[in-house]
């Protein structure tokens, strides 16, 4: 049996890897409700690949994708809390508060699958999305869910998690990386 490394499983599904301009460049904003149609085709692509991937790992906590992960340079993403809760569909979000309060955790990236890397995300954040009719919301965030919605906002600002990290800090082999299948730890309130 062939060990096949986990970012080329990434690659093999779909998703588009590390060194790609594509995930370097800003994600173009929808204009809706004029492009509501090409904002559902986007989303329905972000659901098909996300089941795709869930059948090959799973993902205790949380998923999510960004259209530029594959290959559309537009600015939705997905993201599928842990357990049973509801996706969440970003069109077009801004972060538009944080907390001033941070923690660090490892995170993972389907982009490039085979390390994990520790760094500090704000605690809480409130995030400004469309949806399909151009209206806008603003919905808080916090913990896990909060880091999840900002990872996935980066990928939409051409972001990857590495430039988060803090001075000395490098990503881990993910062999080496111990928390996967669980929940990241929060302090209780």
Same mark, same amino acid.
């Given at each position: 049996? !062939?060990?096949?490394?986990?970012?080329?499983?990434?690659?093999?599904?779909? #998703?588009?890897?590390?060194?790609?301009?594509?995930?370097?460049? =800003?994600?173009? +904003?929808?204009?809706?409700?004029?492009?509501?149609?090409?904002?559902? @085709?986007?989303?329905?692509?972000?659901? &098909?690949?996300?089941?795709? !991937?869930?059948? #090959?790992?799973?993902?205790?906590? *949380?998923?999510?994708?960004?259209?530029?992960?594959? /290959?559309?340079?537009?600015?939705? &993403?997905?993201?599928? =809390? =842990? *357990?049973?809760? +509801?996706?969440?569909?970003?069109?077009? +979000?801004?972060?538009?508060?944080?907390?001033?309060?941070?923690?660090?955790?490892?995170?993972?990236?389907?982009?490039?699958?085979? #390390?994990?890397?520790?760094?500090?995300?704000?605690?809480?954040?409130?995030?400004?999305?469309?949806?399909?009719?151009?209206?806008?919301?603003?919905?808080?965030?916090?913990? /896990?869910?909060?880091?999840?919605?900002?990872?996935?906002?980066?990928?939409?600002?051409?972001?990857?998690?590495?430039?988060?990290?803090?001075?000395?800090?490098?990503?881990?082999? #993910?062999?080496?990386? @111990?928390?996967?299948?669980? &929940?990241?730890?929060?302090?209780?309130?």
């Amino acid at each position: 049996m !062939i060990d096949v490394r986990p970012s080329q499983q990434m690659r093999d599904l779909g #998703v588009v890897q590390q060194g790609a301009a594509i995930l370097a460049e =800003p994600a173009r +904003p929808f204009n809706l409700p004029t492009e509501r149609d090409e904002a559902e @085709r986007v989303v329905d692509d972000l659901f &098909a690949a996300m089941e795709r !991937i869930g059948q #090959v790992h799973p993902f205790a906590k *949380g998923m999510g994708l960004a259209a530029p992960q594959i /290959g559309i340079a537009r600015a939705a &993403a997905v993201v599928q =809390p =842990p *357990g049973n809760a +509801p996706a969440i569909i970003l069109l077009n +979000p801004k972060i538009t508060a944080r907390s001033d309060e941070t923690d660090e955790q490892y995170e993972g990236c389907l982009s490039f699958f085979d #390390v994990r890397g520790l760094l500090p995300r704000p605690l809480k954040i409130t995030v400004e999305t469309a949806a399909l009719s151009g209206e806008t919301s603003t919905i808080t965030y916090e913990l /896990g869910l909060a880091r999840l919605i900002h990872h996935e906002i980066d990928h939409l600002n051409g972001l990857l998690y590495t430039s988060r990290m803090l001075p000395g800090v490098e990503p881990i082999p #993910v062999d080496e990386y @111990r928390q996967t299948g669980r &929940a990241w730890a929060y302090e209780e309130a």
